[in-house]
């Protein structure tokens, strides 16, 4: 799972569908949204926008999951757009985008199990 590290605190990152929703609002779609991160004209905010939404993304699942397996919820609380501007350096946002983009891609990998067909391929040792 992709994080980033604030303040010395671990954040995880999860791009679920209501961050998705959040990001076609904004943006239009994520291929906007990621355009956005990279060059746009509000770069910055853009970028933190899509941070605070990926904290709140990753805090609300994590919490579901606590809940459903009687597990009490130990994660730190996700951190709001204005709190992100005022705590984080300039430094900062490479690995915060980098760490964005491997939240991203993460939640578009698919995994496929493939099982042989036993009789389609019998004899054909």
Do not use: H
Request: proline share 3%; net charge negative; hydrophobic share 40%.
């Amino acid at each position: 799972m992709a994080s980033i590290t604030l303040l010395g605190k671990e954040f995880p990152l999860e791009y679920t569908v209501q961050v998705m929703e959040a990001v076609t609002k904004r943006f239009g779609g994520t291929a906007e949204a990621v355009e956005q991160m990279e060059s746009g004209e509000n770069q910055l905010q853009n970028t933190i926008f899509m941070l605070a939404e990926m904290m709140k993304g990753a805090e609300k699942r994590e919490r579901v999951r606590c809940a459903l397996w009687n597990e009490e919820y130990k994660g730190n609380p996700a951190l709001d757009y204005d709190t992100l501007i005022g705590i984080m350096n300039p430094d900062d946002l490479k690995t915060m985008a980098d760490a964005l983009m491997a939240a991203i891609n993460e939640s578009n990998l698919v995994t496929t199990e493939v099982v042989p067909d036993a009789k389609k391929n019998e004899g054909t040792e």
